[in-house]
């Protein structure tokens, strides 16, 4: 989704707060198990080696076969650089099983934690990983900002604000947004977000081709 930053050591996965740790303290989550096993599986049809990847990518080979292992916990932002290395959304990463059913029940909704994951909550409302284009709900509190780390991708965004404020900043220009606003860019152009409000901010995004 954009450029990362490998100081960042946020995590990408969300577990629910009535399974936050499994029985066995040094068995790793089975999203961990699944994100290896899909990596190893798009690397080895690539026909990569892990150092091939690792050039690839920007991350470290010992890194690598420790997620093909399904150890440790990797960050959004190194699953981000694996993805988009691979050609493919982050979440086709997690996705398991391919979802036959259109519909996506408010509790099955996949929760990304992105930077700042404290002021924000990204949620995936598209059922399929392999679709041309992908609906996030957003919902951030005053102070939010990713103006550290702007977003550049290919393919183009739409957002509209349902509730609050909510500002992007395109190439050099800032557009604050009210609920009922929207706005549609070039992702390939520099971008980022704040919540400048003094309340909540909720908001959907489109973004074609996925980046997540």
Do not use: C
Not at 84 to 108: K, N
Not at 109 to 136: F, G, H, K, M, Y
């Amino acid at each position: 989704m954009h450029s990362p930053d490998p100081k960042s050591d946020k995590s990408y996965w969300h577990t629910p707060a009535s399974d936050s740790r499994l029985a066995i303290a040094d068995r790793p989550p089975l999203t961990v198990q699944v994100v290896g096993n899909e990596i190893k599986r798009l690397r080895k049809l690539q026909g990569w080696t892990l150092e091939q990847l690792a050039s690839a990518s920007g991350v470290s080979a010992g890194l690598l076969s420790q997620i093909e292992r399904g150890q440790g916990n990797p960050s959004f932002n190194t699953l981000v650089q694996v993805a988009h290395s691979l050609g493919i959304p982050v979440a086709r990463l997690v996705a398991g099983e391919q979802m036959t059913s259109p519909v996506l029940r408010r509790e099955d909704r996949r929760r990304l934690n992105l930077p700042n994951d404290e002021l924000v909550v990204a949620e995936l409302l598209t059922v399929r990983p392999d679709s041309a284009l992908e609906v996030i709900r957003i919902e951030t509190k005053p102070g939010y900002s990713t103006e550290d780390t702007p977003f550049v991708h290919e393919g183009e965004e739409f957002g509209i604000v349902l509730e609050g404020t909510h500002a992007v900043n395109v190439g050099g220009t800032h557009y604050v947004l009210r609920a009922g606003d929207s706005i549609s860019y070039d992702s390939t152009i520099p971008h980022w977000y704040e919540n400048p409000g003094e309340g909540t901010s909720v908001s959907l995004w489109v973004v074609t081709p996925p980046s997540f």
